[in-house]
């Protein structure tokens, strides 16, 4: 992100049938495979800290976001090219400007509210990995400069290169700068498959609205946290590259939704959301 602060092998199996009393044979039939289970990884987040492994293996992956703190947190993931280590990620976080070429955003689970947890399905290939959190304190401090950051190193497995994202209940297109939903959210567990098609990094924050209020009241909230919250986080994907996708999975009740980005503009710096980035839905 940096510009947010800034598989399984198929088997084909044939069987053959003999027909009762003839010598006929029926052609052999190839089952479809199941699909790929991906491999969970579990982060928790405290205030201001990451508990992950060391190491995961390469391919489909569900990161599994729980907030431990009392706070927003996410896991804004960067992978870094060779050599590239965390004092250098830290050293272009203070610099400031656009991300540097060897830093590579990858999608992460964005912000669950406190207590909750949620999940971003992904591909990762291998490589060393920067876990961040660039949500600000109420201070206006971004957590990553509180100490919020781990690496994690992700090892070359067998069948990587090959998976593939899970079917999803619906696409969620990330564009300058909208949300494009391919069909109506529904009440239930959905899985959306979140897509940019856009030329700079986006996210989507998933909110369910208390009744009466809008995404305005949610960005307002969050940029000064005086009483209750307007809506409950419900977390989405975070750092969104161009031509990148994930899958995230939330339990949607019926009601009103907010759909928020809040990365900083490539051209302006301005959070996106200033520039229109925001869309209402009725979960029916």
Not at 254 to 274: N, Q, R, S, T, V
Request: glycine letters at 8%; one cysteine or more.
């Amino acid at each position: 992100m940096l510009q947010l602060l800034p598989a399984l092998r198929s088997a084909l199996v044939a069987v053959a049938v003999a027909a009762p009393l003839t010598s006929f044979t029926r052609p052999a039939v190839a089952p479809r495979a199941p699909a790929a289970k991906p491999n969970v990884v579990t982060v928790t987040a405290t205030d201001y800290a990451f508990d992950a492994p060391e190491s995961v293996p390469a391919g489909l992956t569900t990161i599994r976001l729980v907030n431990n703190g009392k706070e927003l947190h996410h896991v804004a993931m960067i992978r870094l090219d060779s050599a590239k280590t965390m004092d250098d990620v830290m050293a272009a976080i203070k610099a400031g400007g656009p991300p540097p070429a060897w830093a590579h955003e990858v999608p992460g689970p964005n912000a669950p509210a406190p207590g909750m947890e949620a999940n971003t399905t992904v591909v990762l290939e291998p490589g060393t990995y920067a876990l961040l959190c660039f949500i600000p304190s109420p201070d206006h401090a971004p957590h990553v400069m509180k100490g919020m950051s781990r690496m994690i190193t992700v090892t070359p497995a067998y069948g990587a290169k090959a998976a593939r994202l899970p079917a999803a209940d619906l696409t969620m297109t990330l564009v300058d700068y909208g949300f494009d939903l391919s069909k109506p959210l529904t009440a239930g567990t959905r899985t959306i498959r979140v897509r940019n098609t856009a030329a700079q990094p986006h996210e989507v924050e998933l909110v369910r609205l208390q009744p009466g209020k809008t995404a305005t009241d949610v960005i307002s909230w969050v940029d000064a946290p005086n009483g209750p919250p307007p809506g409950l986080p419900m977390g989405g994907v975070v750092g969104v590259a161009p031509g990148t996708e994930a899958n995230f999975t939330a339990k949607l009740q019926k009601g009103e939704y907010a759909l928020i980005c809040f990365i900083g503009d490539a051209k302006d710096g301005k959070p996106h959301f200033m520039h229109g980035m925001t869309r209402q839905i009725t979960v029916k």
